[in-house]
């Protein structure tokens, strides 16, 4: 009977514990995102057009996108070039440091990677499509700008966007591109702490704006991956 008992306790306060949690992580939110309808990290589709190519084996197509902060914070990530005024101003982080920061809206070369979805293969199979698996060289893998040693990086403050381009071809129906960043907690005095974990943001070439579209407005995307690897 006692058993019994204990156990028509657990299960009428464990809706209530589950409630509780859900309130807090609302309260949470309430207190990061500065826009409270829009993700706190995110990327959108600026537009599209000629780019002068990074690489010899790229084309000459490029797509922007525009990489907002919408969070109270500053983040931190990885760039092709080291910034300097105009583009940059002294920025205040929350624990009094100061660092120089992006400028609201300017483009900037961001390093980012591209994965090969898996996903749009099940979407194909799903819509009864068939699409034959055709193996890809190493070689012609695209690998973004993710990797290599000649890379700076850079402060975005909080509530600022900055605007980058990739080539067309990263971002076609079965690949995306992600960009790593870092909030500014993660930080040391001077440089990140490498056990930290990884954020990443992505852009899906299954996202981009169909042409037929382009007067429709673009909403932002949410999805963002937390990693506890490097």
């Known amino acids: 009977m006692t058993r019994q008992i204990t156990a028509t ?7 209530i514990a589950i409630y509780a949690q859900q309130m807090q992580l609302a309260v949470n939110n309430e207190k990061v995102s500065l826009e409270k309808d829009r993700p706190t990290v995110y990327l959108i589709f600026e537009r599209e057009g000629k780019r002068e190519p990074v690489h010899a084996s790229e084309s000459n197509q490029g797509i922007w996108l525009r990489l907002h902060n919408n969070t109270k ?26 660092v120089l920061g992006l400028n609201n809206g300017v483009e900037v070369s961001m390093c980012h990677g591209v994965e090969q979805l898996k996903r749009y ?20 893998r695209q690998v973004g700008y993710d990797t290599g040693d000649m890379s700076s990086s850079a402060w975005l403050p909080s509530g600022s966007s900055v605007v980058f381009s990739v080539p067309r071809e990263h971002l076609s129906k079965d690949l995306a591109i992600f960009v790593r ?3 500014e907690w993660e930080y040391g ?19 981009l704006p169909d042409k037929r579209d382009a007067s429709m407005p673009l909403k932002p995307l949410s999805r963002m991956l937390v990693d506890s690897g490097h």
């Open 181 to 183: 960043f870092n909030y």
């Open 73 to 98: 914070w500053a983040i931190n990530f990885c760039t092709l070039s080291l910034y300097i005024p105009p583009k940059v101003a002294p920025v205040h982080l929350a624990d009094g440091r100061s």
């Open 121 to 140: 293969e099940r979407q194909l199979a799903r819509k009864g499509e068939t699409k034959h698996k055709e193996s890809i060289k190493e070689s012609e």
């Open 189 to 207: 005095e001077r440089t990140f702490r490498s056990d930290e974990p990884e954020h990443r943001v992505y852009f899906y070439g299954s996202d």
């Open 9 to 15: 306790i657990l299960l009428s306060v464990l809706p």
